[in-house]
């Protein structure tokens, strides 16, 4: 992801997912936590009465939801014993990680070095704990991306085209990008050149000069970013999701604006630079063809220079607690399909039951095709080309989210069915058999996404910085597979919540609100609160109340 991307996903909150986890967190597209299927975690909580009736909008009450379809073209499959079977999942076991040295120098700065002969490759990646989490509300929002974004636009020594011309000249890469947890700067290259690979990534961390005269260009970029939201119906929805869930005294709730950006001046971005881009606030992993005593030397001479000096503690960030089910219906009448993400508050990556979370997660909605999602509302009923779930593997609390798209006009529809899913799947969690299937599913790509030196490396960084460790890595196929039934159904009981849903749907209000009017109340056993704003209006809702926006509606339950 290059700096600017992230600027853009920083407008949307989603920041650096973890993607190496092995599948623990989804892969989520740029700029939005929309699940896409294929890792997530989800997590279950206490059931607050019975199963609530839901009825399709212009039926009776009680209707029902919608009834599931048979594909004809399953039916020539059915009962058929000639077909080949898929050989079984292979067995979770403990992954032997390579040799894994580390170190620290004496300024703080804690090194990981995974060497591995073979392919003449070198990485070098500098995760620094500075990130959205660290920015202040209304005043500093956006620095962290726009800091990285300028650390290749100048140093002491060099200029940005000397930068460029200097890592382009033996075919590397160094690039740097900035997410809620922290910033990372990581630079790629031959084994032959990691002198130059080294001496680059250094300069541009340690003696960076924010040149005013390239801030206009990364200020239009970022100013782009944020017009363009408007026209992505996904962005659009995970903003207002994000806003609507973590509220306004959450980071992760508050909305980049033009003015944050327009408002950022060199000496924001020097500030920021200064009081957390620092050593014993940062992890260097080195992977791929070195000598360790070799490389030992040339980061001493490197990064030893840099000062350490006191880092700011963050504080706790909680999510406030909802009551019932709240609505918003942004309103874009262009389109024709609805984006509906909806979801409640989730859980740490650090506490216990993530483990069983996470399978309970790949049974809703974090496989592509088998998941009860896909199965209930796409295959079954042809809802949707695609639905997933996920909870992620934040530091902080973060969300369970559910991401579709939809016809206008079946909006309530594939909503229902989803919502009916994560019902059952609170009363009941997963079966036996659901469970074995996720279990193979990770015990089968874990190692896939830890076979590089690199991954490994930055496996190792990623546990360090949420407090998880070495063993961590190593033990995450076993302590997946050590997850039993009951405690998978403990985990659905304890962290999923039908009953306090934030929704967003973005679609045309006029085909969609009917739909929502007639339905709301039957979600919950409590109350829907149904926001209707237009596209273009404040994604803040503390802005949108200032303005007075109409269109609220409180919905009794029925």
């Given at each position: ?211 005013e005269g390239e801030m206009a260009e990364i200020r239009d970029q970022m100013l782009a970013s944020l017009a363009a939201r408007v026209d ?327």
């Amino acid at each position: 992801m290059t700096s600017i991307q992230a600027s853009a996903c920083r407008a949307s909150r989603s920041r650096l997912v973890i993607l190496w986890m092995a599948g623990a967190t989804a892969a989520l597209p740029a700029c939005g936590h929309v699940p896409t299927g294929g890792t997530g975690a989800p997590a279950p909580s206490v059931e607050r009465g019975g199963p609530a009736k839901v009825f399709l909008p212009g039926t009776a009450e009680g209707g029902g939801t919608p009834a599931p379809v048979e594909n004809p073209d399953s039916v020539y499959w059915k009962g058929r014993s000639d077909l080949m079977r898929p050989p079984p999942p292979p067995p979770a076991v403990e992954l032997t990680l390579p040799r894994v040295d580390r170190w620290k120098l004496t300024n703080g700065l804690d090194v990981v070095a995974v060497p591995r002969r073979g392919l003449p490759i070198i990485s070098f990646s500098l995760a620094i704990k500075a990130g959205g989490y660290d920015e202040q509300k209304d005043r500093t929002q956006g620095v962290a991306d726009f800091v990285a974004a300028m650390l290749r636009k100048g140093t002491r020594k060099r200029g940005a085209e000397a930068i460029a011309d200097a890592i382009d000249g033996v075919g590397g890469v160094l690039e740097a990008s900035s997410g809620m947890e922290n910033s990372t700067v990581t630079c790629s290259v031959l084994a032959k050149d990691a002198a130059l690979c080294l001496e680059l990534l250094a300069e541009i961390v340690l003696t960076p000069t924010f040149p005013e005269g390239e801030m206009a260009e990364i200020r239009d970029q970022m100013l782009a970013s944020l017009a363009a939201r408007v026209d992505d119906p996904h962005q659009l929805a995970a903003e207002h999701f994000d806003n609507l869930l973590f509220g306004e005294d959450h980071p992760d709730g508050w909305v980049l604006s033009d003015e944050h950006v327009r408002a950022i001046t060199r000496q924001t971005l020097v500030a920021f630079w200064r009081d957390f881009y620092r050593p014993n606030n940062s992890v260097l992993a080195v992977a791929g063809d070195f000598d360790v005593e070799t490389i030992k030397a040339a980061i001493a001479r490197g990064f030893g220079p840099w000062r350490s000096a006191p880092i700011a503690v963050r504080p706790s960030f909680q999510i406030p607690r909802a009551k019932g089910t709240r609505v918003v219906l942004v309103d874009k009448p262009d389109l024709t399909q609805a984006t509906l993400m909806f979801g409640h508050r989730g859980i740490r990556h650090g506490e216990p039951d993530w483990y069983a979370t996470t399978l309970v997660n790949y049974v809703l909605g974090g496989s592509d095709f088998s998941s009860r999602l896909m199965t209930e509302v796409r295959s079954k009923r042809g809802l949707t080309y695609g639905i997933g779930s996920s909870f992620g593997a934040t530091f902080y609390e973060g969300a369970f989210r559910i991401s579709a798209a939809t016809r206008n006009e079946t909006a309530w529809d594939a909503l229902s069915v989803a919502i009916g899913e994560v019902r059952k799947m609170k009363a009941a969690g997963p079966t036996s058999d659901e469970l074995a299937k996720a279990k193979g599913y990770y015990a089968g790509s874990i190692p896939f996404e830890l076979e590089s030196a690199a991954g490994i490396a930055r496996g190792v960084v990623a546990a360090d910085l949420h407090g998880l460790g070495t063993a961590y890595v190593r033990q995450l196929p076993l302590r997946l597979a050590a997850v039993d039934t009951g405690s998978a159904r403990a985990a659905a009981a304890a962290h999923l919540d039908p009953d306090e849903m934030a929704i967003v749907v973005v679609g045309r209000a006029s085909v969609i609100e009917p739909q929502l009017r007639r339905g709301a109340g039957s979600l919950i056993s409590g109350t829907a609160t149904v926001e209707r704003v237009d596209y273009r209006a404040p994604i803040s809702a503390a802005k949108r109340g200032a303005q007075s926006s109409p269109g609220s509606l409180q919905v009794p339950s029925q």
